[in-house]
């Protein structure tokens, strides 16, 4: 049995980001950056007014003042001349300032009326003005390589210019779930058959973290189903298979794909839930055999398989992040296994997080797992903890999962 | 100028949740539940026994014991006939527990061979065995109506055997960018004007909080074009616009949609950035109007458009989610308005948040926004604040915004 933290760095090494496509500006949320955005333009491409109000000289705004109004200057539409002595232009947000003008005047400092303008408030030199450039200026890399854009950096992207971005393709992730005794939901149950859960709540989860899944078709607890169905996962960024990845007679995933060229890298993790889980190669193509019970499955998919998404997806890739919570019973001291342990999450008025471990943690119950919102890690030979001590959590609801 | 409370409960209250539809069980994900979810099926659908082993009788099975293998179980494959007294099937995890039998010995604890078993541990009555209906029964509500579903969800929706979800329609936002002085990236640009980006960093954060964006044709500053873009927004959830919203001569937004049937509720908000925006209602469309400065609008956005888009989606709604950080400078006492302040947002090792106010707080500073990744909530009249207090904050990256 090797460490969580030693398998999870095996499988990121053997990984890396998908190719760049590019795709047009609104398409570019929650996609990863191939390529650095330089801004194709200055922002604001000149001096604007920051605020509705007059354009004028400072030396000649004292309050009390008459100045006269020459012209006007609103957004994208820039005053002609010049604002010489005694003059003011009327100017509005995003405005450009006209040249000869030091200030602005905010209108609600100011008196109008016959084409003047009298302050009643004395004008300052430079106030209210937003400098060419104040944002960014053209050839500035407004973002990096290998950020996830944000709403926010989509606006930013869109103001420096950019119909167009470079992304990694999304990571494609071939499910494929094996057994003689599951069905696709609504299909036929055979008898002592239960309905697949796995593969489509992997195929959400690799969406939730930005991959787009293939789900394959069920392959039975037979060699050469589950050779055919692999052959399919050829041009996937990486293969996921589900069940049979333990030693039982009846776990073939391991034995079917040995003649097919898969070689592995190791196949047991000091973890609870999870521990057979396979991790190797077919033919070039990344393979993660994840166990058949659906929590763990799940829970080895949030350990594992999106820290690996993160990756094939060009963001910097490392262990899911946890946040800390109080614990809300006690627990017992840990063995050699990491444990992580199915808690729900509650949050209090103040924002304190309590995570309360679920009284049975059966691997099988996926209700009890829907109704947890966290995984409590408890590392290989924690000591017991108390009630309300600290702990470290991974939280499953902001991960999408 | 209302407080910002006020604001968002009276734009809650004018909305409804957009009505149901049907989608595929892959599609699910992200979405919310129009119509809860009852179970199809027991899952497990009879006893099972929970690991790899032998099915007997708990009072045959001392150690040391033989006992005859008469046949084997894998899962999907139950034994025939019962098991009886001195007798054995060869079981695996998932497979049903036959008639007869009330106990599993565990692969590990026997020796086999010759169609026999010894244990070499005596089997305790019912261990290792999953009762029928362990995660749900029949009927059973595994998933309430105004839930947003997560992966784990929708293995629970397919573990219930159900191939369709009923789900809450995207809610669909006309998005309408106002101004002369505006073009989109990548198009010529006018003479003093700049790019467009307020419409598609809103229709991110749309889509980021499960709406479905429609970008209006960007309307000139001139009456006629907002009322015919405006036009456009008759089969929306809600209508969004940016720019117009202030009271200086070129905002044209309210004065050109109130000869269409614009009824205004409010327009004035004790908050900064963002004091000028409407709220109103377009011949039965509801109407939010944001301001035209890129900060501003996308703050407004997260205060009052996710909230709004979580009540048109079917979700619980209030006030978008907040959590503390420690404040990394110090703040003075602030004024009579709700300040949302951008602010840089560092994690340390141990998990401990701090959000450092930006130095510039102007509100057209789109790259600097990209950076920061929090907004610092000030309510009116607060005290200032000194560095390293706790602050309470909205995580924007959290928010996909």
């Known amino acids: 049995m090797i460490p969580v933290a030693e398998a999870l760095e095996r499988i990121l090494s053997a990984l890396i980001p998908a190719p760049a496509e590019t795709v047009s500006l609104p398409e570019g949320w929650g996609r ?3 390529r650095p955005v330089l801004a194709r333009v200055t922002q ?55 040249p000869g003008a030091d200030s602005i005047l905010l209108q609600e400092d ?22 060419a450039g104040l944002d960014f200026a053209a050839g500035d890399a407004v973002l990096e390589a290998g950020r996830r854009l944000s709403a926010r950096d989509i606006g930013l992207a869109a103001a420096a210019n950019h119909p167009w971005l470079h992304v990694h393709r999304r990571p494609r992730i071939g499910v494929l779930a094996t057994g003689d005794e599951i069905a696709l939901p ?33 392959a ?91 990756r094939l997806s060009g963001l910097p890739a490392g262990p899911v992040e946890t946040r800390t919570a109080l614990l809300g019973r006690d627990m017992p001291a840990n063995d050699r296994r990491q444990d992580y342990v199915r808690a729900e999450l509650a949050r209090a008025a103040d924002g304190t997080l309590t995570a309360t471990p679920l009284a049975v943690q059966d691997s099988s119950m996926l209700a009890a797992l829907a109704r947890a919102g966290a995984l409590v ?18 939280d499953l609801s902001s991960l999408g999962v």
Chains 1, 2 share one sequence.
């Open 220 to 310: 039975t607890d037979d060699r050469d189903a589950i050779a055919a169905a692999a052959e399919a996962a050829a041009r996937c960024d990486l293969l996921l298979t589900t069940g049979g990845a333990s030693v039982g007679e009846h776990d073939l995933v391991q034995s079917a794909l040995a003649p097919q060229g898969f070689s592995l890298d190791f196949w047991k993790i000091a973890m609870r839930p999870g521990k057979p889980l396979i991790w190797g190669d077919l033919r070039g193509t990344p393979m993660l055999g994840l166990p058949g019970n659906p929590v763990s499955a799940l829970v080895c998919a949030v350990i594992f398989l999106i820290p690996a998404l993160r």
């Open 186 to 218: 609504g299909d036929p149950i055979p008898p002592g058959g239960i309905v697949s859960s796995n593969a489509h709540a992997l195929a959400a989860l690799v969406r939730a973290s930005g991959g787009e899944p293939v789900v394959l078709p069920i």
């Open 32 to 34: 990863v950056l191939a």
């Open 110 to 131: 100011a008196t109008a009326g016959d084409g003047l303008v009298t302050p009643t408030e004395a004008a300052q030199k430079g106030r209210h003005i937003r400098r």
């Open 377 to 394: 890690v408890r590392p290989p030979h924690a000591p017991a903890a108390p009630a309300g001590c600290s702990i470290e959590i991974v």
């Open 44 to 98: 604001p491409p000149a001096d604007v007014s920051a605020m509705d109000g007059y354009a004028l000289r400072a030396a000649d705004a004292a309050a009390g003042a008459r100045l006269r109004v020459i012209g006007s200057a609103p957004a994208g539409h820039p005053f002609a001349g010049a604002v010489g002595l005694g003059e003011a232009v009327r100017i509005f947000t995003g405005g450009a300032v006209p």
